[in-house]
Structure formats: C-alpha cells, structure tokens
T-cell receptor, first 110, second 109 residues
Framework: DADVTQTPRNRITKTGKRIMLECSQT?????MYWYRQDPGLGLRLIYY???????NKGEISDGYSVSRQAQAKFSLSLESAIPNQTALYFC?????????FGPGTRLTVT | KNEVEQSPQNLTAQEGEFITINCSYS?????LHWLQQHPGGGIVSLFM?????KKHGRLIATINIQEKHSSLHITASHPRDSAVYIC???????????WGAGTKLIIKP
C-alpha cells in the first residue's frame, strides 16, 4: 500500500461548489503539505501543518482551507470552487529534509 | 525573476545520449532536491544534496554551492527516463521548498 494516499484521484466539479480533497499517510510524519501544480509553473504551497495543532498558510492560501483531523490525515477544501482552481493537487508528508508525495488529485472546475 | 530556474524547459534526445539538466538558484539554501515526475503525475524524490556529488545507478547529481548551481546527469539514457525533472531548494531558514518549473525530458528509442 502507498505511504501517502489521496482521494479522489480525479474530480470534475462546477463553479461555486464546495469540494474536499483528502490525504492520508502511514509514514508517521508530523509535517504535511498541500501543493498545487499548474502547467509551466513549479509547485506552489497552499497550506502546511507541522502537527495537529499547527496549521500555516503557504504562498497561495486564498480560496482554500484545511483541516488536520489527526496526525495521519490532512484535508484541503475549496469553499466555492472557481475555474482558475483547476490544477493538479499534491499532498506531501515530511521528515527532516525529505518530502514524500501522494499520487496527486486532478481537479477540474467548470 | 524566479528564485529557482531550470534549463532547458524541454529536452528531446535519442536513446543512449548523455543528458544534463541544470538548476540555478538565487537564495541561500540548506539543501537541494532533484525529483522526478512521471507522466501519470506521481512525484518521486531522486536526490537530496547539500554539497558535492551523488550517484544512483545512471543518475548523477552535482552541486556547486559557491556558484548556486546544480546539475542532474543521466548516462546511457533510455525511453523510460522520459519524465519531468524538478529541482527544489530548501532555504536556510525553514522547511519549505522553493520549486523550479521542471524540465520535460523525452528520450526517443
């Protein structure tokens, strides 16, 4: 089984809908991250969490919220999806200097 | 100007060729990562460097801290090496990564 899993893997939704992307990890890491990837751009950090009680905004947090339900779970919500949130979303966990990535969620907002 | 620049953006080569992908950065770093993103989207860490050179199979990564530059080399390239190769640097002060935009490599048989 994969160490970092993301659900769903693909999602198409309409403008204005609320959507949640979920991430689970079995690596026992305290740090978890949400990134988005757009064509031609590097990954951009949305939110990160150093433990269950420590949530921090990344460089592009507007329009997103997160919840760290447990050490192993970190979910990303789009409160009211808009088309420019169409992207590939990655969850990652971290320990020391390493980060380990989930398989990604491809989100399309129409 | 981006803090992490990769070149080239796209690279197409024939099987067996020696490949070099470059990464330049403008901030002080504690480590530099090379990662591979497969056509299906998954991201895998290849190397983490803070100095010198590392080798794993046909992959070699080097870093020159003074020049703020790193290279990823692939020897005897193979079509299965086709992927996007991403450079990311970890700033001195925190655990966050600054990402390059990636180099898309295609190896033709």
């Amino acid at each position: 089984d994969a160490d970092v899993t993301q659900t769903p893997r693909n999602r198409i939704t309409k403008t204005g809908k609320r959507i949640m992307l979920e991430c689970s990890q079995t690596k026992g890491h305290d740090r978890m991250y949400w990134y988005r990837q757009d064509p031609g751009l590097g990954l951009r950090l949305i939110y990160y969490s150093f433990d269950v009680k420590d949530i921090n905004k990344g460089e592009i947090s507007d329009g997103y919220s997160v919840s760290r339900q447990a050490q192993a779970k970190f979910s990303l919500s789009l409160e009211s999806a808009i088309p420019n949130q169409t992207a590939l979303y990655f969850c990652a966990t971290g320990q020391g200097y390493e980060q380990y990535f989930g398989p990604g969620t491809r989100l399309t907002v129409t | 100007k981006n803090e992490v620049e990769q070149s080239p953006q796209n690279l197409t080569a024939q099987e067996g060729e020696f490949i070099t992908i470059n990464c330049s950065y403008s901030v002080g770093i504690s480590a530099l990562h090379w990662l591979q993103q497969h056509p299906g989207g998954g991201i895998v860490s290849l190397f983490m460097l803070s100095s010198g050179k590392k080798k794993h199979g046909r992959l070699i990564a080097t870093i020159n801290i003074q020049e703020k530059h790193s290279s990823l080399h692939i020897t005897a390239s193979h079509p299965r090496d086709s992927a996007v190769y991403i450079c990311a640097v970890r700033q001195d002060s925190n655990y966050q990564l600054i990402w390059g935009a990636g180099t898309k490599l295609i190896i033709k048989p």
